[in-house]
């Protein structure tokens, strides 16, 4: 199995979040054609395909929610990692996910879980 362990997805709604909250690269990441339309993911399928590549685990960086507002940024990573979840268990045997933690209150998160 050949893995891509360096790749990106980002919803709409994500990226809008981020805007919202003062993330100025956002712009260019919309570009990318990195999101989770049908097109989009025919799209990276089609090149996982050809490149051979089985499996891409997907992360939020470099736009992780790292937010001056907590709740923000609490929310920026419960959205992310939701929308993580539901794209792996809807294509498992093509994505995994690396779980994103909101900063700046990270050790909240950690006692949490």
């Known amino acids: 199995m050949r893995l891509d362990v360096h790749a990106h997805?980002?919803?709409?709604?994500?990226?809008?979040?981020?805007?919202?909250?003062?993330?100025?690269?956002v712009a260019a990441y919309r570009q990318l054609g990195a999101g989770r339309s049908e097109r989009e993911l025919d799209a990276r399928f089609a090149l996982l395909d050809s490149a051979g590549i089985d499996l891409q685990i997907l992360s939020a960086t470099p736009l992780s929610p790292h937010l001056e507002d907590e709740q923000a940024a609490v929310d920026a990573a419960r959205r992310i990692n939701d929308e993580y979840a539901e794209l792996v268990a809807r294509y498992p045997t093509r994505f995994r996910a690396i779980a994103s933690f909101p900063l700046p209150p990270y050790r909240r998160c950690v006692t949490r879980a």
């Open 9 to 25: 997805l980002w919803s709409t709604e994500y990226l809008d979040l981020l805007q919202a909250h003062g993330v100025n690269e």
